[in-house]
């Protein structure tokens, strides 16, 4: 039990989950299972959660900072001024830098973790919330244009705009892929990342507000409320696995285990995917 209402997660070593009733965030012990400290952040952490560059990275919408924690220790070593597209976002590390959508125009900014400043900002599409590091790129849905722009992170530009699903939100990158949850109508779009190309959307009946997509251990896993997991198996495109019933908003892959929030229980789940597996077929 985490109590309040445990919300965004990030995995490294540990797992890590924000918590805006709060204001903290909390590490889970993957030994123990447990809480093994709470840390206190700005107000109402959300719009993402990331680890990178021996941080985590916890947006605090409610103040518009940007609080670090020390991935070692579990301490805050700064928290600085950050403005945040939505608080339905994601946030994204790599190629050295960390990657924030600042505003609803479109504003991709680049921060600089040596120094937490900004050091480019780059124009994507209007109504774009939420980004995602993978194939040495930059991806960010637009929700308002049902589309993903990929950017190149060595020239700071556009390279591609992707036509997916309608009203997309939520990404994932894993089993060569681009995979992304499409709040409009409930599919889940792949896209190839040779071409840029939706190669298939997929019926998954979880359209709305909230959920999130993750990929590994052999499968893409989503999350709506009231579908806390939905697993797709890459190879078929199709949905393998439904789960109906209380419970679903985050959900990361790693340690060998699913980590899903229940943010209106006040826990975190934690499955092992074999196990989801050989339940079968709803």
């Known amino acids: 039990m985490v109590g309040g209402t445990p919300d965004w997660l990030a995995i490294d070593k540990h797992a890590w989950v924000s918590n805006a009733a709060t204001n903290s965030v909390s590490q889970l012990d993957p030994d123990t299972n447990a809480v093994a400290v709470t840390i206190e952040v700005g107000h109402d952490p959300g719009c993402g959660l990331v680890a990178g560059f021996g941080s985590l990275w916890v947006p605090n919408c409610g103040d518009s900072t940007m609080s670090r924690i020390g991935l070692a220790d579990g301490k805050v070593t700064t928290t600085f001024p950050m403005t945040f597209a939505d608080s339905e976002g994601g946030i994204a590390a790599g190629a050295g830098s960390v990657w924030v959508l600042t505003d609803a125009d479109g504003t991709l900014a680049r921060i600089d973790p040596a120094t937490n400043n900004v050091v480019t900002e780059i124009r994507v599409l209007p109504g774009s919330f939420t980004a995602a590091f993978g194939n040495g790129s930059v991806f960010v849905t637009s929700t308002a244009r049902d589309a993903v722009t990929r950017v190149d992170p060595v020239t700071n530009t556009v390279v591609a705009t992707i036509p997916v699903g309608s009203g997309p939100r939520f990404l994932a990158i894993g089993e060569g892929a681009l995979w992304t949850l499409n709040q409009g109508d409930g599919s889940i779009s792949r896209v190839?990342?040779?071409?840029?190309?939706?190669?298939?959307?997929?019926?998954?009946?979880?359209?709305?507000?909230?959920?999130?997509?993750?990929?590994?251990?052999?499968?893409?896993?989503?999350?709506?409320?009231?579908?806390?997991?939905?697993?797709?198996?890459?190879?078929?495109?199709?949905?393998?696995?439904?789960?109906?019933?209380?419970?679903?908003?985050?959900?990361?892959?790693?340690?060998?285990?699913?980590?899903?929030?229940?943010?209106?229980?006040?826990?975190?789940?934690?499955?092992?995917?074999?196990?989801?597996?050989?339940?079968?077929?709803?």
């Open 192 to 282: 190839d990342l040779t071409d840029n190309k939706m190669v298939v959307a997929i019926e998954a009946g979880i359209p709305g507000g909230g959920g999130e997509i993750a990929v590994g251990e052999g499968a893409v896993w989503a999350t709506s409320f009231g579908f806390p997991i939905t697993r797709i198996d890459p190879h078929s495109n199709a949905v393998a696995q439904q789960f109906f019933g209380s419970g679903g908003d985050a959900i990361r892959v790693g340690l060998g285990s699913l980590w899903l929030s229940n943010l209106r229980e006040g826990n975190v789940w934690r499955i092992d995917p074999q196990r989801i597996r050989a339940l079968g077929p709803d």
